[in-house]
């Protein structure tokens, strides 16, 4: 894969809104010891630096944003991985977005799976494409993303980057509320046709 279709962290440097939206079309690689896996990114989630109790960033507590160990990555440069586990069980990837300082990321959702499909069907035990990286747990372990590429700049085009698309497309944009989330904020985004 030529490096040059690598995302700048320019493009990572907007608000968390626009780069969701901005996200959908283009291309996550993964190079890994065995193989390289791609597929075109179908839906995401934006989380605020500002008035969003889901971000991981937001203690609920002191009613106000703070940097812990687990949520660094989100005050980092832009352009660079968020990786947690949710529930002690799989890995989720947010990309983080703004300016150094502003804890705001993007979370990967599903990836429609292009290069690679063997390999993410082993990964993931099952040969269904529809179910290979639909849902962030599933995405992360088809690519085999994890705690290792916490906090990796995806901008370097090594391991884990986002490509820009192969040919431009006009997308259909479906925009509701985020999953598992309490609140009446549409901040999740799909292409329409999947």
């Known amino acids: ?16 809104v626009t780069v ?13 010891d065995d193989g390289i896996v791609t597929g075109i990114i179908v839906e995401t ?10 971000s991981h960033a937001y203690s609920k507590r002191r009613h106000c944003y703070r940097q812990t160990p687990r949520c660094a990555p989100m005050f980092g440069p832009p352009g660079h991985a968020y990786v947690y586990r949710s529930y002690g ?11 150094e300082g502003t ?9 429609r799976p292009e290069v690679g499909l063997d390999v993410m069907q082993r990964r993931r035990g099952t040969g269904r494409r529809a179910a290979l990286a ?7 372990q ?5 705690l290792t590429l916490n906090g990796w700049d995806v901008t370097r085009g090594q391991h884990l980057w986002v490509a820009a698309p192969a040919a431009s497309a006009s997308l259909q944009i479906v925009r509701s ?10 901040l999740r985004f799909a292409v329409a046709s999947r």
């Open 1 to 16: 894969m030529a490096r040059l279709d690598v995302l700048p962290r320019a493009f990572y440097d907007r608000n968390p």
């Open 20 to 32: 969701a939206q901005a996200l959908l079309g283009t291309q996550l690689v993964r190079e890994h």
């Open 45 to 54: 989630e934006a989380y605020l630096a500002a008035h969003d109790p889901a």
């Open 89 to 99: 069980l799989h890995s989720c990837v947010n990309i983080v977005t703004e300016a």
């Open 103 to 111: 804890p705001s990321a993007v979370l990967l959702r599903a990836v």
């Open 134 to 140: 639909t849902g962030p747990g599933n995405l992360c």
């Open 142 to 146: 088809a690519f085999a993303i994890d």
């Open 177 to 186: 509320r985020r999953i598992g989330v309490a609140d009446d904020l549409e």
